[in-house]
């Protein structure tokens, strides 16, 4: 997988894709991930790229010119499953998404920055917008960095024990049960006496039991989901 991210802010990107799981996949050759400043296509000694928005409202915003030159250029060189803005009104990332995304080749992110893109470009190259959530942050670069990191964690053979993925919370629209290692009792507390027993059948049975009556507390929503 090829992931290439649009960026006015490129330093803020490169502690986190060199570490850990994004720089395992990396290093394995599982994962390409190019990071590129769109200011290479601003204008004059500051390399603008964001201008005043039209109708007088407050703030700034992305310019058509130098995003529409990166895009092209990055298309030119390859073709893209998915160009995804990263947007507060987009759709809200899920677990779902993710794997939907995670069986793609290449994926274009781009970044949004000050209040946001010419809406042209949205129109002309953005075939989906992703938010992470409603809350906004001062750009796009987080969100990136999380939705490549809910990709990437998911291509075979970047976590060591792959069903370990398949364990987590959202892929059955469950949250995932309790969780317990070494040692078997520790200040009082024990571990429940079902997965000490090498019953694995139990074991299972009583997973799923605590992952249903855990989101049934916390998050019931996901339950009638699942019901639909």
Known sequence: MRID?????PELLVSPFSASIMKRAQDKGLAEIHVHDLRDFGKGRYRHVDDYPYGGTSGMVIMCEPLD????KLKDERTYD?????TPDGETLNQ???NDLSLKGNLMMICGHYKGIDQRIRDMYVTREISIGDYVLSGGEFGAIILADSIIRLLPGV????TSALSD?????LLAPPIYTRPAEYKGLKVPDVLLSGNFPKI?????EQAIERTKERR???????SK
Request: hydrophobic share 45%.
């Open 159 to 162: 976590i060591g024990d792959e």
């Open 204 to 208: 299972e049975e009583w997973l799923h």
């Open 169 to 173: 919370s959202f892929q059955d629209d």
């Open 69 to 72: 030159k990166m895009i092209s």
């Open 96 to 98: 779902t998404i993710a």
């Open 82 to 86: 998915e160009i995804i803005y990263l």
């Open 5 to 9: 991210i649009i960026t006015v802010l």
């Open 220 to 226: 019931p929503d996901l339950l009638e989901k699942r």
